[in-house]
């Protein structure tokens, strides 16, 4: 399984980004994804998760509200819509998918390499 994300950049604070990240896969239905961040200097941190319908969604409380994960299994790609950034939301954006099929477990098994996101104030 591959995960590619794209859309980071540099953004004003206030501003807006959409993250995507293409599975590889004819399985990308069957799992849960998740988008996680890492900024200098901290711990990797869980921003929001989605299962593989796309029915429910989880978020962070720090992103609720501004950030919106969605899914498109036709395409296999999963969406972060990022709205209102702020300067604390720099970060490095992952996406994982979950360890485990058919169920939201939280643990990942595969990761992508990552994109830049980096909000000037």
């Known amino acids: 399984v591959q995960l590619v994300e794209s859309g980071g950049g540099l953004v004003q604070a206030g501003g807006s980004l959409r993250l995507s990240c293409a599975a590889s896969?004819?399985?990308?239905?069957?799992?849960?994804m998740a988008w996680l961040r890492q900024a200098p200097g901290k711990e990797r941190e869980f921003v929001a998760g989605?299962?593989?319908?796309?029915?429910?969604?989880y978020y962070a409380d720090s992103v609720k509200g501004r950030f919106t994960i969605s899914r498109d299994n036709a395409k296999n790609t999963v969406y972060l819509q990022m709205i209102s950034l702020k300067p604390e939301d720099t970060a490095v954006y992952y996406c994982?998918?979950?360890?485990?099929?058919?169920?939201?477990?939280?643990?990942?098994?595969?990761w992508g390499q990552g994109t830049q996101v980096t909000v000037s104030s």
């Open positions: 989605i299962t593989g319908s796309g029915g429910t969604t």
């Open positions: 994982a998918r979950d360890a485990l099929a058919y169920t939201y477990s939280g643990n990942y098994a595969y």
């Open positions: 896969g004819r399985t990308f239905s069957q799992y849960s």
